[in-house]
């Protein structure tokens, strides 16, 4: 049976329902990102339950991060497999509640639940790509969902036009054509050129081939080689021979990285702001490092320096822990806030992890001028892929983790992190989490990790801030608590 049927079945009332999600939720998680195929035979048994159970889903206290993420998750689901009576009834939810959703369910109400006539596939075609293109450039973690979501409208174009008027699908498809002509977006993709090279054969070939091109899409598996490598960094280069001539600090390299970027081409550049995926991609090449520190670094610097302006009575000494550290941008600020601020706190540890090896290895030229480092060491490994033995830090000495626009990031397992962390990092540990505000169900998986730790370290769980800011420029979500493990 479906886990989400399995949630909803023989529920009495929002009360139980609260519980089964409290209890489930990391499951839910896991279950929704499976492959294409092992979801597929339970849609339509999802679909009634989540009619049936709306005025009960309607009922629950949405306060509650894991409420929110739950009915997020079934959007998805229902977006994913074209379920339009779920999806019709979990929109409505979440307008009822003013749960905030991102522009990629916009896209998908609009061409779920807002056509009326076979013009109106076409009508929308503009709203569709510029709302996707939002997605794309400010709120997804990758491309993936946004080129289903796009593949979704086209199959209903296909579906709902062909055979009655096939000059609407081949309009939208010369619009597609013509759309990456002249501007850079989400459909200068390889997969939609795969499309458009088909546009010549019959819609239900058409169809049939969009549809094999999703289930890959879905269920591709990305192979990520790691050395696990705890000396990494970078030497004998160019940029490392400059940087040692800086003196350096977080503002003389960004502007370094500012300088090199903005002396690429123009097109050049527009070409590597669209790949980074809003800063979330991982960086393998070093113009695209220059990029990260260019167009995200001050923001990092804005939202790092408003959550360590509420640090207090740090410990004498700590282990300093950089999760997913990219170049080290927090780490950094972290150092610089506490010589600026004549605090006395050594660093006997610093811990780097990072997927990317260039992001990486400068992360350690970076960090090696923190005087106040004793030892520096390095994982390269994705989050999902560390296990406690990767970890051998000092004992006794507490610990202090930086997750620096990293928890909003839904591609990683947030449940292994938590138990990762709860099994390996005895006594005082202090959390230090800044990330942007994306939208609810984003801010809510943040929250939901602080949630775990109070409930399961009640007795020594301590909140010192907390800040969600949607109007500010940058937009902020920002953590501090400790606890003992």
Known sequence: MSLIVDLLSGVPDSKALDTRISENIYDLECYIHQHHRDLYNDIWDVDDSIVLSSQIIDDLDFSK??????????????????????????HGIAEHNEISLGSRH?????????????????????????????AFEEEEDDDVNVLVTFSNYLLNVIRNTAKIDSSIYLNILERIARYRENSSSFLDKPYISEILERRHLAPSDIELQIQRQVEHLL??????????????????????????????SFDSIRQYAFDKFNNLADDEKQNIMISLQRGVKIIEDENSLYAYLTLYGRKHSIKLNDVLGHLSNLPSSVNLLDWACGQALASMLFTEYLDSNHLSCAIKNLLLIEPSRSSLERAALHSSFIGRCEKISTIHKDLDTLNNTDFSLKNGVPYVHLFSNILDVEAFNISHIQTLISDTFNGENWFIITSPYINDKKRNRIQMFVNWFSERYADSFEYLYERDSVGTNPTMVNRIFKVIL
Request: proline share 2%.
């Open 65 to 90: 991060p894991a409420n929110t993420i739950f009915l997020t998750n079934l959007l998805d689901y229902s977006e994913r497999f074209k379920l339009q009576s779920s999806f019709q009834v979990l």
């Open 219 to 248: 269920t591709v598996d990305y192979i990520q080689l790691f050395t696990g490598n705890n000396q990494l960094m970078e030497e004998s280069t160019e940029y490392a021979g400059v940087i040692h001539g800086l003196n350096p």
């Open 106 to 134: 916009h896209a998908a109400y609009l061409f779920l639940l807002t056509i009326q006539v076979r013009e109106d596939h076409l009508e929308i075609f503009d709203k569709i790509v510029i709302t996707l293109q939002k």
